[in-house]
């Protein structure tokens, strides 16, 4: 599938339901995101990882399409975007000891590239996920406010039971067959 937008004409492939879990492939999409098509396809050949070959599949269909639907050379293009999402997943299931069963979870991913000219890419790069930093607080309203003291966990626990003072353990509660064996001691 190709889509051109005309503000920033990128070119799109996707293949779904590939028959693998999307954090192995985000893994590899990671290493070809904003790299040029050639240096992308060097890439994906040298790595070891099984998600390289699905998404070389992709890679290449989606410079097929910017060649035969745009016109435009493949060896020009950045790869813009490289997105793996989770597909559905199929459950199945094992035989376990006892008649007992094991899940198993075969899950799915969709491969989305997005391929833009070199041009236009270097204008507007995708913009990374950013952790989000705290605002300094104001340094007077530090001052005014003291923060309260937490107590440790520790100290909230009740006190620990009594101890024996001849063997210094904690004091255990008498059983009752213990009771009852001290009584007969004491009345023979």
Known sequence: MATATPETQTVRAQAKWVRMSARKGRVVAEHIRGRSVPEARAVLAFTQRAAAREIEKV????????EANHGLSGDDLVVHAAVVDEGPTMKRWRARA????????????????ALAPAAQALAAPPAPKQARTP??????AAEEAPKPKRTPKAAAKPTE?????ATKTPAKPASARAKRAGKEEAEN
């Open 59 to 66: 890679l290449a269909s989606a410079v097929a399409n910017a």
């Open 98 to 113: 006892r008649g007992r069963v094991a899940r198993i979870k075969k899950r799915t991913c969709h491969i989305s590239i």
């Open 135 to 140: 605002e300094p607080a104001a340094p007077e």
């Open 161 to 165: 039971k009594p101890k024996d003072p």
